[in-house]
């Protein structure tokens, strides 16, 4: 069983920086391409960011330049450093994997989501 496990969400004034992380475990032989979703109430889930086992990046036009996505292969974990944070980024956030498990299949895993309020 694979699990991905989001944390680093909360209250931040606008302006302000959070950095989110997103730890994989659980049966997995290897990890392809990890990234980040959000979703606002009423929206769709929105892409943000992408990185590959290269560490290879691809971003939304939304946060290019606001939005770093990292990952530490070692650890399983991706992140998320948020900064110049806005209002109209709450929403919740949700990492994903492109995972190996066991059973010698890939998979798309996703977290359970970590909330990121931004107001004053």
């Known amino acids: 069983q694979v699990q991905l496990v989001e944390s680093g969400g909360g209250l931040v004034q606008p302006g302000g920086s959070l950095r989110l992380s997103c730890v994989a475990s659980g049966d997995i032989l290897a990890i392809n391409t990890m990234g980040w979703y959000r979703q606002a109430p009423g929206n769709q889930r929105e892409f943000l960011a992408t990185i590959g086992s290269d560490g290879l990046t691809n971003y939304a036009d939304s946060v290019k330049g606001r939005f770093t996505i990292s990952r530490d292969n070692a650890k399983k974990t991706v992140y998320l450093q948020m900064n110049s944070l806005r209002p109209s980024d709450t929403a919740v956030y949700y990492c994903?994997?492109?995972?190996?498990?066991?059973?010698?299949?890939?998979?798309?895993?996703w977290g359970q989501g970590t909330q990121v309020t931004v107001s004053s």
């Open positions: 994903t994997g492109n995972i190996r498990d066991l059973a010698m299949a890939w998979y798309d895993y």
